[in-house]
């Protein structure tokens, strides 16, 4: 599996965007692009995911790179409740089962 | 509806013990997967279900380790002859058919297994 690449650590203020960047330079063409977050002393749970194209559902956004080489997820309003681990994982469509976490992202929200 | 449940929510046992920890998967879901979390870490990828089958086992770490599903529901990770170096949270995870696509995985809150 393509690995990904996240800053260990990020702070946003409450009610603010927050932009969680991933860096994938050695994406292939099957490869899906999935996020999924981790709360306090709870399992993961799955944000978003896309290929090619922005896409939004009622949790966030994820932009993806024109080159595919990079990727965005986007929180549009913080809160307390967001403050988690946040993981983006590369699947490829043709054999990606299992998911390969790699150490995320710690996301902390000030109020 | 019911999420994925897994027990004990914590187990604490002593070097060389044997252990076992059960997944109740979301009803109707066919495809299992079982991850280990060590402190400061993502999870990792142990075995994964389909149906009855164990469909890839290539992240059990050595043949302490075994799990099974014998009727395509429940699972249960065994641990045999406990190390220290197993402390971690056993976490499992469910989805509904566990095809090619990447569909979500659901995950159960982990089983914190300390061994002293």
């Known amino acids: 599996d393509a690995k990904t690449t996240q800053p260990n650590s990020m702070e946003s203020n409450e009610e603010e965007p927050v932009h969680l960047p991933c860096n994938h330079s050695t994406i292939s063409g099957t490869d899906y692009i999935h996020w999924y977050r981790q709360l306090p002393s709870q399992g993961p749970e799955y944000v978003i995911h896309?290929?090619?194209s922005n896409v939004n559902n009622r949790m966030a956004s994820l932009a993806i790179a024109e080159d595919r080489k990079s990727s965005t997820l986007i929180l549009h309003r913080a809160t307390l409740r967001d403050a988690a681990v946040y993981y983006c994982i590369l699947r490829d469509v043709l054999s990606g089962n299992k998911l390969v976490f790699g150490a995320g992202t710690i996301l902390r929200v000030k109020s | 509806g019911a999420g994925v449940s897994q027990t004990p929510s914590n187990k604490v046992t002593e070097k060389g013990k044997y252990v076992e920890l059960r997944c109740d998967p979301i009803?109707?879901?066919?495809?299992l997967y079982w991850y280990r979390q060590s402190l400061g870490q993502g999870p990792e990828f142990l075995i994964y279900?389909?149906?009855?089958?164990?469909?890839?086992d290539s992240g059990l770490p050595n043949d302490r380790f075994f799990a099974v599903r014998p009727e395509g529901s429940v699972s249960t990770l065994k641990i045999q002859r406990t190390e220290r170096g197993d402390s971690a949270v056993y976490l499992c995870?469910?989805?509904?058919?566990?095809?090619?696509?990447?569909?979500?995985?659901?995950f159960g809150p982990g089983t914190r297994l300390l061994v002293l």
């Open positions: 279900f389909q149906g009855t089958g164990a469909a890839d």
């Open positions: 995870a469910s989805s509904l058919n566990g095809g090619l696509r990447g569909e979500t995985q659901y």
């Open positions: 009803s109707g879901h066919t495809a």
């Open positions: 896309g290929l090619t």
